[in-house]
């Protein structure tokens, strides 16, 4: 799961919606490491983790009618890490990792604080970038040894007919 | 609801099982005996706009299945994305169309009548009214209730209903088993009138039940 929005584009502030994405797939140790002090940091829970289902839609060849795909195991979670009209951190995480949705909705939190930005951007979305880009290139990796070349023989189509008509 | 919205809303139940049942038993409380003041624990942070008690009994009432409408001082609250985020309720337009109507104190509520009552077959259907309103301790304007619930009559004095409201509770009591049924609803307090209780100026003879 790598998208084309998660290569960092220079001289563009990231929009939230580009590191949620980047951090709805972050493997729970990069958020540990990168979070380290803010993440045993208590939190004013508005909604606290809680799993449940989500249906799936997808479009065949992505343009086709939409269709029910299945449904996927979900965890969210929405906090604020101080009291008032602190930024609300939201996460949604495929799974039911509790604390992996935890440390995403803080990461959040922070990410919408100006002064932490710059530093969790180095720390956290790069690491998770070239993590999720090791994982795409892997999977490429794998799946290209399955991969035919089908050499098809060109069927001269057309000749017989045009003899059938000579005669 | 918008990622804005969201800013300004606070959390919900401490814990949301305990907290949704205490605030149920308060709510079956309020309308077995109606009229009798019950006090709405308040485990759970509430908006800043209406009243606590009221806050607090739809939070734990309502869920995804559920349509709401709020008077337009709550519309324009923050009680709106507070109770659509926690709850998931659907808020609509037009009171008609609600399964609850909540009303702050100082808008105008909607009529009795214009409110879904319900149908014979299924009375159920019919829409819940929570009014925040002042209880006062006047003795001569005081209503004196009586009906299932109550052991002869009970007295209720509040605040804030349009003057006209005890003759919409008679047409309301007049339709059973369809009407609606109302809270009414003071900062830390909620008081039943369900659809069965009858308000009269005088007392009426002693323990006339209602079949």
């Known amino acids: 799961m790598f998208h084309a929005f998660d290569n960092a584009e220079p001289n563009r502030p990231m929009d939230r919606q580009a590191w949620m994405a980047l951090l709805a797939r972050a493997p729970q140790g990069l958020l540990e490491a990168a979070l380290a002090a803010h993440a045993h940091a208590d939190v004013r829970w508005l909604r606290r983790p809680e799993t449940g289902l989500m249906m799936v839609q997808g479009r065949a060849g992505g ?85 035919v070349e089908f050499f098809t023989v060109a069927r001269e189509s057309g000749s017989a007919t045009e003899e059938e008509d000579d005669a | 609801m918008k990622a804005t919205d969201l800013q300004h809303i606070v959390g919900g139940f401490e814990h949301e099982a305990f907290g949704s049942q205490a605030a149920f038993r308060a709510a079956m409380n309020a309308l077995s005996y109606p009229g009798r003041w019950a006090p709405m624990p308040m485990q759970a942070e509430r908006p800043r706009q209406g009243h606590g008690a009221a806050a607090v009994l739809l939070l734990a009432l309502l869920d995804a299945d559920c349509t709401l409408w709020l008077s337009p001082t709550l519309a324009a609250s923050d009680a709106a994305p507070w109770l659509r985020f926690h709850t998931g309720c659907q808020l609509v337009t037009e009171a008609s169309e ?43 304007d005081a209503w004196v ?11 209720l004095a509040v605040d804030g209903l ?24 003071t900062p830390t307090h909620v008081a039943g009138l369900p659809r069965t209780t009858r308000i009269g100026a005088t007392a009426p003879q002693p323990h006339t039940e209602e079949a």
């Open chain 2, 162 to 185: 349009p003057p006209d409201f005890a003759t919409q509770w008679a047409h309301n009591h007049a339709a059973f088993p369809r009407g609606v049924d109302v809270f009414l609803s």
């Open chain 1, 63 to 147: 343009t086709g009618e939409r269709f029910n795909l299945g449904e996927v195991t979900v965890t969210r979670c929405a906090l604020r890490l101080a009291a008032g009209d602190a930024p609300v951190g939201v996460a949604y995480v495929v799974g039911r990792n509790q604390r992996q949705a935890r440390l995403a909705a803080v990461a959040d939190a922070l990410l919408q604080e100006p002064a932490h930005q710059a530093a969790l951007e180095l720390n956290l979305l790069e690491p998770i970038r070239v993590h999720l880009h090791n994982e795409a290139a892997q999977r490429h990796a794998r799946a290209q040894t399955t991969k």
């Open chain 2, 145 to 155: 209730l009586s009906g299932p619930g109550i052991q002869g009559t009970a007295r």
């Open chain 2, 98 to 140: 609600a399964q609850f109507v909540w009303v702050a104190a100082g808008d105008a509520m909607p009529a009795l009548a214009s409110l879904a009552c319900g149908s014979d077959n299924q009375p159920d259907h019919s829409t819940t009214c929570i009014l925040d309103v002042r209880a006062t301790d006047g003795e001569s």
